[in-house]
């Protein structure tokens, strides 16, 4: 099992946004937990391997490391000087980078052995569609890793925490927070909680980009489970972890009665991990 250095993930997600070859190192770090959970689930880590939305693609570089052939794709070409850089430096030469949309994946049907999706699913056009793709392109018993954070969390909005933890998110309009939340980042940075290289919001003021929203899905748990049942995926893994401030600020009792609740649980609810087997008898889609 791969050695999960808490030091190295904290050290690179302070700098993350740096660049995008400092994003794809934070992310080959980070992938080590993406591991722990897919082998936690008993799926060996093997064959070809698809992370569909890689971003700068350091968890395809990591993920190389483990199998016959891993393949990266994302709709922007972000990998090119990030991923593609961190796999010649590690000596890596099983993995490659493609550029492509998700919910039209260039790969034939039972192609692939596993498929992730980290935190992608939330940033397409269709839900359906991607995840439907992801289905498609893979082999019958092929699994499929699914993290992505609800929306009315403070993870799932996307924004930037502010060091008192109002949630925003949830009093105003989406178009109204999102420029709510960039006006602070160029006119009082100060009051954000993170660190001017984590927080994409400050460094987009800092180079004078205008910082565009590409949060297109508001995902729940029902949403989830309602995009994931048409496909028939057998759940060998499920986890729906509670973010810090909830676990340290509400007792026991009555946080696994919001855990529960259809609204609150996707409020305190930070992050949703599935891990998905296709069936053996299902035909490609």
Known sequence: MREIREDQIRAQGEIR?????HYAVFEYYRSAKVIRQVERAGVPIRGVILDAGCGSGGIAVSFAEECDWALGLDIEDRFSGAG??????????????????????????????????????????????????????????????????PYYSFNGSHLPRLKIPIPTHLMLPRR????????IARKHPSWLKEPRESDSFKMAARRGERKR????????????????DPLGFRILLEDRLVTGFFRRN????????????????????????????????????
């Not at 946004?17 to 070859?21: A, G, L």
């Not at 109204?176 to 006006?183: G, N, R, T």
């Not at 009555?254 to 069936?279: D, H, M, P, S, W």
């Open 17 to 21: 946004f740096r660049s995008e070859y």
């Open 84 to 149: 593609a850089r961190l796999a010649k430096e590690k000596g890596i030469d099983n993995v490659g980078f493609v550029q492509g949309d998700g919910t039209a994946l260039p790969f034939p049907d039972r192609s692939i052995d596993l498929v992730l999706s980290h935190s992608v699913v939330e940033h397409v056009s269709s839900a359906e569609q991607y995840l439907g793709e992801c289905h498609r392109v893979l082999k019958p018993g092929g699994v499929l890793f699914l993290s992505t954070p």
């Open 176 to 183: 109204w927070v999102f420029d709510l939340h960039f006006y």
């Open 213 to 228: 929203d590409d949060l297109l899905q508001r995902v729940t748990v029902e949403r989830v489970h309602r995009w994931l």
């Open 250 to 285: 509400i007792p026991g009792m009555l946080r696994r009665f919001l855990e529960q609740n259809g609204f609150t649980q996707n409020v305190i609810i930070g992050n949703l991990e599935y891990v998905l087997a296709k069936n053996v008898n299902t035909e490609a889609s």
